[in-house]
């Protein structure tokens, strides 16, 4: 299985509009990626390494895929249209890393 990351850091300044983010954005992104998108997990950051510091990521977004082709199959046909949707909720460039899940207990 294949996760993808897509952490958006925190910095002074940052913004970001979780109401468009869960409603609009994720959304878009279910369409477009259809049943390829096995699943996905979105989280607010809370707090940091140490109790009263601010989280270090604003939101991560976790996506799931069965392999790396059909990532890139969808990723191909609709990652450019999902990357321009990111200034309509945010001003911070997201960090992305794609893995390799070799556990996963969700569901166990």
Request: with cysteine; charged share 15%.
């Amino acid at each position: 299985m294949i996760k993808v990351s897509v952490l958006y850091p925190n910095a002074n300044g940052a913004t970001f509009d979780h109401d468009y983010y869960l409603n609009k954005h994720m959304a878009l992104v279910c369409e477009r990626l259809g049943p390829s998108l096995l699943s996905y997990s979105v989280d607010k950051g809370v707090v940091g390494d140490e109790a009263g510091t601010p989280p270090l990521y604003v939101t991560q977004c976790n996506l799931y895929f069965e392999s790396m082709a059909s990532l890139a199959t969808v990723m191909g046909a609709h990652g450019g249209e999902l990357n321009d949707d990111v200034p309509n909720f945010t001003n911070i460039t997201p960090v992305t890393q794609v893995s390799e899940v070799l556990v996963d207990t969700r569901g166990a």
